[in-house]
């Protein structure tokens, strides 16, 4: 347990560093905003392609997601077994985000946001090994990576469910939207797979790969405080 303590000590002025940067980033929060809002809002019908479009860049500017998927190929180097635990993880959100959207399943954008913040705090520690040594316990990192998919997707549903979307077209143009998010997860999974098939062919890695995963895990902690924070000062207002 005192190795855990020492890392985090030493680790600290970067975590510092980061929870500055990740409150700056979270407080412009990515979502459906902006002239992307008011297209969709004013184009009522099917529009596939705009839909496709605002799949994809929520995905790839989506902070969060990219920081468990991160998380989650950390430690995976056969393509099999990444291929698996993104399918799992892409099997969840798609389930929660066409049910949600269609079945007008609301959940507190707030608190969702929150408990994927917290899925990021935990794989963070899964790949620090946290549980099995604190715990003694490991739980299954499949049917995690599938559980924290769903939240995802409710994370991505809550986004569109904002916007008060028309009934027509409505299907397709979310059908179209998921199929934009898994084209984004796509690239950003293939810039992700590049960036550590390089970084593990160094000799930093073995001492990189701990420090990186605190400070995801703070970054996790941090969008978890600035969700909650947000769903306090909602309820205040």
Request: glycine share 10%; proline share 3%; charged share 10%.
């Amino acid at each position: 347990m005192s190795r855990y303590f020492t890392l985090l000590r030493r680790c600290a002025p970067v975590a510092a560093a980061l929870c500055t940067l990740t409150l700056a980033t979270a407080a412009a929060a990515h979502g459906v905003a902006g002239k992307d809002a008011e297209f969709i809002q004013s184009n009522p019908g099917p529009q596939l392609l705009p839909f496709l479009y605002l799949g994809a860049k929520h995905m790839v500017t989506g902070y969060d997601h990219l920081l468990f998927l991160a998380g989650v190929i950390f430690f995976l180097y056969r393509l099999r077994e990444v291929a698996l635990y993104v399918t799992l993880f892409s099997l969840g959100h798609s389930i929660t985000l066409l049910s949600g959207v269609l079945a007008q399943v609301h959940v507190n954008p707030y608190l969702v946001d929150a408990v994927i913040g917290l899925s990021v705090v935990y794989k963070a520690l899964d790949n620090l090994g946290a549980y099995r040594t604190l715990m003694g316990v490991q739980p299954s990192p499949k049917l995690m990576v599938l559980f924290f998919g769903l939240v995802h997707g409710f994370g991505l549903a809550a986004k569109l469910q904002d916007l008060k979307l028309s009934k027509d077209g409505l299907v397709p143009n979310i059908v179209a939207f998921n199929v934009g998010v898994e084209l984004g997860q796509m690239l950003a999974l293939a810039a992700i797979l590049a960036f550590f098939a390089w970084w593990r062919s160094t000799a930093t890695f073995r001492q990189g790969a701990v420090l990186a995963n605190v400070l995801i895990m703070t970054a996790g902690f941090v969008l978890m405080g600035h969700q909650i924070a947000g769903y306090l000062w909602a309820g205040e207002s």
